[in-house]
């Protein structure tokens, strides 16, 4: 960098330390929408009457719950739940074109309650206004279509990343790593070998077996070793 650069860079430097933003009543009101505009699109999300940090908590737990892991993922849950913000609002449109009806030609009558007063100009508002209320329904659609969109992209960036990810490989047990259960319903379903009598063929019961009886047992006496 030159000098005249160097120095120049320097002097632009001070300045901004000085600067208390802009004069005019037109670059104050444009600055003053930056309070309304979100970080990561750069648009205004929310109106002057609402509240930011009401936006970015509800925003925050809608894109949380969706769980992106990649910054499209992000861009994805965050057009969710701008979509959503907005539906909120287009309803709140719905109810306060009704509420604004009370205060026009709709609610100047007379009721004998003010139940009945109340369902009377919101039947009157729609009546008379039902382009609008056509158009707030179409505004919805529109909004409900991309938001579908975006949740469809989020679910198939999600499964194409998962589908990237290895197999984990199975695990190889040996026969000394098998666990002790195993071993015993392997040795339980396992045939009996026969025994040395089965494999010889002969079998004999107890009642087939001459007993040694004591009447056949030859005693010796002394009398008849004299003999």
């Known amino acids: 960098m030159s000098n005249a650069s160097r120095a120049q860079f320097e002097a632009n430097r001070n300045n901004a330390k000085h600067s208390s933003g802009p004069q005019s009543a037109q670059g104050k009101h444009r600055s003053s929408q930056n309070a309304y505009r979100h970080g990561l ?32 993922e992000t861009q994805f849950a965050q ?43 919101a039947a009157k508002v729609f009546r008379d206004r039902s382009k609008d209320f056509m158009n707030l329904a179409l505004y919805e659609q529109r909004i ?33 790593t098998k666990p002790l259960v195993q071993t015993a319903v392997a040795s339980a379903e396992a045939p009996l070998q026969p025994t040395p009598s089965e494999q010889i063929g002969f079998v004999y019961s107890s009642a087939e077996i001459d007993p040694v009886t004591p009447a056949r047992i030859e005693t010796s006496t002394p009398e008849k070793k004299a003999a």
């Open 144 to 176: 409900q279509r991309a938001q579908k969109e975006a949740m469809r992209q989020l679910k198939e960036s999600k499964a194409e990343r998962s589908s990237a990810i290895p197999p984990a490989t199975p695990e190889i047990k040996t026969e000394e």
């Open 79 to 121: 057009t969710i739940a701008d979509s959503q913000w907005r539906l909120n609002r287009a309803r709140t449109f719905e109810d306060g074109m009704v509420a604004l009806g009370h205060f026009e030609e709709a609610g100047n009558f007379y009721a004998e309650s003010p139940d009945i007063h109340a369902a009377m100009t």
């Open 41 to 72: 699109t750069g648009r205004v999300v929310v109106l002057p009457t609402e509240d930011m940090e009401a936006y970015n908590k509800f925003a925050k737990e809608i894109v949380d719950s969706l769980h992106p892991e990649t910054p499209m």
